[in-house]
């Protein structure tokens, strides 16, 4: 008897979230299907049902996580486009600490930089999102000008999160993060 659809897709859901819950953690190579499919509450034989191999759960997982971070939340949130708002959503502690959804930015950054090409290629779309985001908000400039702004403030935003968490000091930690809310909104707001 086949599955229901509803089931079927439920199921991957509980796999995607599993998964980019665990790699968020303990990345790729330290997460096998087994605890994937665990975490899920699933047996490891169902796996191949919903992927063909780790890599493509991984590259799967990389969007899933992005729709279901704190930084989908808050751009979602964000119509109004108040990006010191998200700068400050982003670059805070309970982030760092995953106690919200980690974003897949920041959390798999070094991780996803050794991967195949169709998860890097995952990971580059939803960086774009974040960059166009970021750019259409910013006060009006050059194309380029608001472009590079829009990268910059990217950057600071995933890399401020990932040193801080590699940190064993927290409060070298929330200085990083705020120093980084203090430039981004700088850059945000067109300051040289």
């Not at 819950?21 to 034989?45: C, K, P």
């Not at 808050?74 to 600490?97: K, N, P």
Request: hydrophobic fraction near 45%; aromatic fraction near 6%; charged fraction near 25%.
């Amino acid at each position: 008897m086949a599955w229901p659809r509803q089931q079927k897709q439920n199921t991957r859901r509980r796999i995607l979230e599993s998964a980019a819950r665990l790699f968020s953690r303990h990345g790729f190579d330290n997460v096998s299907i087994e605890e994937v499919m665990r975490g899920a509450g699933l047996t490891h034989g169902s796996f191949y049902t919903h992927f063909p191999s780790k890599q493509a759960l991984y590259a799967e997982a990389v969007t899933d996580a992005a729709r279901a971070s704190t930084l989908a939340k808050l751009l979602a949130a964000g119509e109004s486009r108040d990006l010191q708002q998200l700068l400050a959503g982003y670059l805070d502690m309970t982030h760092v600490r995953q106690e919200q959804p980690p974003c897949p930015l920041a959390f798999l950054a070094t991780d996803v930089a050794i991967r195949e090409k169709g998860v890097r290629g995952a990971y580059t779309r939803v960086f774009r999102r974040l960059v166009a985001f970021l750019r259409r908000g910013l006060p009006a400039g050059t194309a380029a000008d608001n472009r590079e702004r829009a990268m910059a403030v990217a950057a600071l935003m995933i890399g401020g999160v990932a040193v801080s968490r590699a940190l064993d000091d927290e409060r070298a930690a929330e200085a990083l993060l705020a120093a980084c809310r203090r430039i981004g909104g700088e850059l945000l707001e067109g300051a040289s």
